[in-house]
Nanobody
Framework: QVQLVESGGGLVQPGGSLTLSCAAS????????MAWYRRATGKERELVAQ??????????GYRQSVLGRFTIARDNSENTVYLRMTNLKPEDTAEYHC????????WGQGTQVTVSS
């Protein structure tokens, strides 16, 4: 059974940092392009960052608004994908989820990130 379990969210002040984790099970995440998504209240889900598998070159991409502040990484031995977020802004407040770039699997619970003073 495929599971995606996100963790690491929380309440942080503007300018703060958080590292999110996505533990995947039931499939070989190392062969997939994995991605982080977020959905703010009242808005549609948006793609935040993606990382391709090694055989596809290991390329990385970010949405413009997080470029230079967020870093996506993967640990294939642990089947885990990370999102390091720095210099957080109130507009980063959202529920964060991971999935493949094709949104292949059922969404997990997500992890809430709230940026507020």
């Amino acid at each position: 059974q495929v599971q995606l379990v996100e963790s690491g969210g929380g309440l942080v002040q503007p300018g703060g940092s958080l590292t999110l984790s996505c533990a995947a099970s039931g499939f070989a995440g190392s062969t997939e392009t994995m991605a982080w998504y977020r959905r703010a209240t009242g808005k549609e889900r948006e793609l935040v960052a993606q990382i391709t598998c090694a055989r596809s070159g290991g390329g990385i991409g970010y949405r413009q608004s997080v470029l230079g502040r967020f870093t996506i990484a993967r640990d294939n031995s642990e089947n885990t994908v990370y999102l390091r977020m720095t210099n957080l802004k109130p507009e980063d407040t959202a529920e964060y989820h991971c999935n493949t770039i094709n949104e292949s699997y059922q969404w997990g619970q997500g992890t809430q990130v709230t940026v507020s003073s």
